[in-house]
C-alpha cells in the first residue's frame, strides 16, 4: 500500500462531504416530520419537496406555484433509464480495466480524483467494487422492468426538484462505487493479478442478502401492483388499499425497507469497513425512513381498520 492511502482512507473527501450533508439534511428532516404540527411553523413548499406520490394528498394545502412544478411519478422510469446507461458503461470501463488491462479513460479519471477517490495501491479491494457495481445495475435493470410491467401509477405526481435529484443520484452513485477502486495510476491495481484471489467470505454473503433483499422488494411491488388489477392481471382501478402478505405483515413500507437491506447488502460486500459506502448507507437510512414515516401516516389517516401492529420502517421498533 501507498505511504499515503491511510490518510486518504480517512479523509473526509468531497464525496464523503456530500454524502454526509444529505444524511444529516434527511436525519433533520425526519425529525422535524416527528416534532407536533403545533410547535412548528407551516410551510408548504418545504413540504411539497419532502413529499411525492400519495403522501402529498395527505400534507397540507398544495399552493398553485407548487404544482406548477408537478412531474409524473410514471417518470420514475427516467431514473433507472439514466442508471442502466450510465452505470453500465461505468461497468464496462471497469471490466476493460479489470480484464483486460485498459485503462481508465483520462476524463474519467479525472472526475474521479475530482470527487476524492485515492490514488493508492491496494487497500479496497478491486473485486468488491466490482461486485457492488454489478449489483448496482443489476438492481436499476430490476426497478426499471418493475416500472414498466409491475408497478401501477396512477396520477400522482413529485415536485420538479425531486425529478431532477433523481436523475443525478444514480450518476452520483455510480461514482461513488468507482471511486473505491484502488488504482495505480489509470489503471486497476488487482492483488496478485487475479482478481479471483480476491473472494472473501464477505463477498458470498454480501452476495446472498442482496438477491434475498431483492427478491422481496420485488415480492412488495407485486402485491402493490395488484392492489391495483384484477385476476387475470388487467388495472381495474388506481385507488389505495391496505396492502397484505410478506413483509408487510410488519411494516407499512417494506419495499424501502428492502431498499435499505440492499445497500446494506453492498457495503458487506465492501468488507464492512468502507466509510465511504457506509455514509451511503445512513443516507439511504434517513430518506427511506422519511417516506416510510409518510407513506405510514396515509394509510394510518385514510383506512380506520389499519392494521394497528404494523410499524412504519423497521419492524417493531420504527
Avoid at 9 to 23: G, M
Avoid at 296 to 308: E, G, I, L, N, T
Amino acid at each position: 500500500m501507498a505511504p499515503w492511502a491511510g490518510s486518504e482512507a480517512s479523509s473526509l473527501n468531497p464525496l464523503r462531504a456530500l454524502w454526509l450533508a444529505l444524511a444529516a439534511a434527511f436525519l433533520l428532516t425526519l425529525l422535524l416530520q416527528l416534532v407536533p404540527p403545533s410547535l412548528l411553523p407551516g410551510c408548504a413548499l418545504f413540504q411539497d419537496l419532502i413529499r411525492y406520490g400519495k403522501t402529498k394528498l395527505g400534507g397540507p394545502r398544495r399552493p398553485a406555484v407548487c404544482r406548477a412544478f408537478d412531474v409524473p411519478k410514471r417518470y420514475f422510469s427516467h431514473f433507472y433509464v439514466i442508471s442502466v446507461l450510465w452505470n453500465g458503461f461505468l461497468l464496462w470501463f471497469l471490466t476493460q480495466s479489470l480484464f483486460l488491462g485498459v485503462p481508465l479513460p483520462q476524463w474519467l479519471h479525472r472526475l474521479l480524483r475530482i470527487l476524492g477517490a485515492a490514488q493508492f495501491q491496494g487497500g479496497e479491494l478491486a473485486l468488491s467494487a466490482f461486485l457492488v457495481l454489478v449489483f448496482l445495475w443489476l438492481h436499476s435493470v430490476r426497478r426499471l422492468f418493475e416500472c414498466f410491467y409491475v408497478s401501477v401509477f396512477s396520477n400522482a405526481v413529485i415536485h420538479l426538484v425531486q425529478y431532477c435529484f433523481g436523475l443525478i443520484y444514480y450518476v452520483l452513485v455510480g461514482l461513488t462505487v468507482l471511486s473505491q477502486v484502488p488504482l495505480d495510476g489509470r489503471n486497476v491495481y488487482v492483488i496478485g493479478k487475479n482478481l479471483l484471489m480476491q473472494a472473501r467470505w464477505f463477498h458470498i454473503l454480501g452476495m446472498m442478502m442482496f438477491f434475498w433483499s431483492s427478491a422481496h422488494q420485488y415480492k412488495c411491488h407485486v402485491i402493490l401492483g395488484n392492489l391495483r388489477k384484477n385476476k387475470a392481471g388487467v388495472v381495474i382501478h388506481c385507488n389505495h388499499r391496505i396492502p397484505f402478505g410478506d413483509w408487510f405483515e410488519y411494516v407499512s413500507s417494506p419495499n424501502y425497507l428492502a431498499e435499505l437491506m440492499i445497500y446494506i447488502s453492498m457495503a458487506v460486500t465492501f468488507g464492512f469497513h468502507n466509510l465511504t459506502w457506509w455514509l451511503v448507507v445512513t443516507y439511504v437510512f434517513f430518506s427511506q425512513a422519511l417516506s416510510a414515516f409518510l407513506s405510514h401516516k396515509f394509510y394510518k389517516s385514510k383506512f380506520v381498520s389499519y392494521p394497528k401492529h404494523r410499524k412504519a420502517f423497521l419492524p417493531f421498533l420504527f
